[in-house]
């Protein structure tokens, strides 16, 4: 039992490239989530998809986008990077309208 | 949603116990109180939660007050494994998205 996973642990991109972070979670939750933390602050929500086929927009949704490509499975895109995108991203899993929310180990992103 | 006060930082003396305080005054008849950690550079972990009794569970104790205005995690014997950056959060219970803010640093010194 993994928990959540994330790959890739760490990343380079310049601006204008394209990358997908992945997120898997093997405790069979209905719901996944996107943050970022930025240093010395908090996590900010990105997106998040209650169930399998539903996604929706955090508190900071611009610039990416998402995939719930299946109940184990959800990815984040940036389709064109930016260097106000450098953070750590961690992705979260839980079970539906509980905010007991289980997190991968981050996945650090720099864009130069 | 209520918005919660955090001290930014706080020591605690390896072995003894840290009690971390939060101030929620806003909050509303159907909101959970939420603590979360995050040691550093890695993924926030889920402490524990309580709606208006006090909770207790393996790793902390959580004491609401009685006008549920503030609450108090009580860490009863730290270790320096507890350095960590502490979340308050307060949550509709059928609202599973989760807002964190700055949270409290605290450092356990031996």
Known sequence: NAGVTQTPKFQVLKTGQSMTLQCAQDMNHNSMYWYRQDPGMGLRLIYYSASEGTTDKGEVPNGYNVSRLNKREFSLRLESAAPSQTSVYFCASSVPRVSTQYFGPGTRLLVL | ?110
């Open chain 2, 1 to 110: 949603d209520a918005k919660t006060t955090q001290p930014p930082s706080m020591d605690c003396a390896e072995g003894r116990a840290a009690n971390l305080p939060c101030n929620h005054s806003t909050i509303s008849g159907n909101e959970y109180v939420y603590w979360y950690r995050q040691i550093h550079s890695q993924g926030p972990q889920y402490i524990i939660h309580g709606l208006k009794n006090n909770e207790t569970n393996e790793m902390a104790s959580l004491i609401i007050t009685e006008d549920r205005k503030s609450s108090t995690l009580i860490l009863p014997h730290a270790t320096l494994r507890d350095t960590a950056v502490y979340y308050c959060i307060v949550r509709v219970g059928d609202d599973y998205k989760l807002s964190f803010g700055a949270g409290t640093t605290v450092t356990v010194r031996a």
